[in-house]
């Protein structure tokens, strides 16, 4: 039996898994892709994490890999199909193996969110994309639309200001969430276009006539904006399929917080860390922080607990 | 390493009488690095008698990208007798490759 089965591995299971190994928990931190980092693989550019001015996502996320592993931390890729946490012994179910441990950290994060509206899933990849530095090249001197308006999304924006005419950035409220940083680069950009109070409502893309209808919420009017690309940056939803039976979550599906001070879960010896934690700002620094604080909590309930 | 496409031989294997399937990707593109080990495993895992898994780096081979109307990467292309069959977008697991295949092969 593990001390510690970390789930996911991403900024917070990664950073759990440095803070682990080097208690020297018996720990395996289980990743379902092939390469480690969650989110972080799809920045571009990360801007905001000390001690790197400038690090390119998967620059970073194999980093924080390789210093886990350093430390003897071990890793395996698997996808895990069934947890039971509730007893002192908790399991883990992949497609190959059964994985038993005494204390569990669940940081699997979350995935962007889709507009479910008419014309999304049918035009995804034709034109609508939550990628912009995968897609940005094929929107060379065309015009597109951003919906959103935190930090995703703005950064996406100006990431796609490289390639195309025009971005329409368009936000449900009249004003940005964005960092005051990046809202400064994008009202000084002359390719953006904002657009305040309004949502889509039905993408349609097919040739000659390509356009994303938007309601105004405020003036109620409906406009027909000319675009060859959509792109969807409107935020994100919790990977919590696996245990939200089990662990109980806010009305958004985010774990809930039981205790100021604490990323104890409702069930004891199961830890949160990351995205998947309900709190008001989803950041790799904090993703980090919380992985650390978790494997702090961990050994202390093993300690407690032997 | 999968086969690598050109405008050179990309018809030439679309009609080869095999089923092509064609992984369009970037090197700028991170979900694309993270499908290429399943394409990988499918290469390895496929009959090569009876389906080809190639390759095709929409940087150097940007009129193809547009010919297919590939619009966002990783996409994947079924080709059976040089028509599309199927599209796969984004990073999706191994098991639906398969299914996707499946039809195209027996």
């Given amino acids: ?306 | 390493m999968a086969f690598q496409l050109t405008e050179d031989n990309f018809d030439e294997t679309i009609n080869s009488g095999k089923t092509v399937l064609v992984d369009f990707w970037a090197e700028w593109c991170a979900p694309c690095k993270m499908l290429n080990p399943t394409i990988q495993e499918l290469e390895d895992e496929m009959d090569s008698e009876k389906v080809t898994i190639a390759k095709c780096d929409i940087q150097n081979q940007q009129a193809l990208a547009t010919k297919y109307g590939i619009m966002s990467i990783p996409s994947i292309l079924i080709f059976k007798e040089g028509e599309v069959k199927e599209q796969i977008i984004g990073v999706v697991p191994k098991q639906d490759i398969k299914e996707k295949l499946k039809p195209y092969i027996d």
């Fill in chain 1, 1 to 306: 039996m593990y001390d510690l089965i970390i789930l996911g591995g991403g900024p917070a299971g990664l950073s759990a898994g440095i803070y682990a190994a080097r208690y020297k928990l018996d720990t395996i931190l289980i990743e379902k892709e092939y390469f480690s980092g969650g989110q972080v693989l799809n920045t571009w550019a990360v801007e905001n994490y000390p001690g790197f001015k400038e690090i390119k996502g998967d620059e970073l996320a194999k980093r924080m890999e390789e210093q886990a592993e350093h430390f003897g931390l071990e890793i395996k890729k698997e996808t895990v199909k069934e947890v039971e946490l509730r007893g002192a012994e908790k399991v883990f179910k992949t497609s190959k193996n059964e994985y038993k441990t005494k204390t569990a950290i669940l940081a699997t994060g979350s995935k962007p969110r889709m507009l479910n509206i008419p014309g999304e899933k049918e035009f995804y990849g034709k034109g609508v994309s939550y990628c912009g530095t995968c897609d940005a090249p094929f929107y060379k001197d065309k015009v597109v639309a951003v919906i959103g308006g935190g930090n995703t999304a703005v950064d996406e924006a100006l990431y796609l200001t490289k390639y195309t005419k025009k971005v329409y950035l368009i936000h449900r409220r009249d004003e940005l969430r964005a960092d005051k940083i990046l809202q400064d680069k994008a009202f000084e950009n002359p390719k953006i276009e904002l657009i305040w109070n309004s949502v889509a409502k039905e993408i349609d893309l097919v040739e000659d006539d390509k356009h994303v209808f938007i309601h105004n919420k405020k003036t109620e009017e409906d406009k027909k904006l000319a675009v060859d690309g959509v792109f969807v940056f409107i935020g994100y939803k919790p990977n919590n399929e696996l245990f939200k039976d089990q662990i109980e979550l806010n009305q958004y599906g985010f774990i809930r917080k039981q205790k100021m001070n604490s990323l104890e879960t409702n069930i004891p010896g199961v830890f949160a860390a990351g995205d998947i934690l309900e709190k008001e700002l989803r950041q790799i620094v904090i993703a980090a922080g919380d992985g650390a604080k978790a494997a702090f909590e961990a050994n202390e309930y093993i300690i407690k607990h032997n």
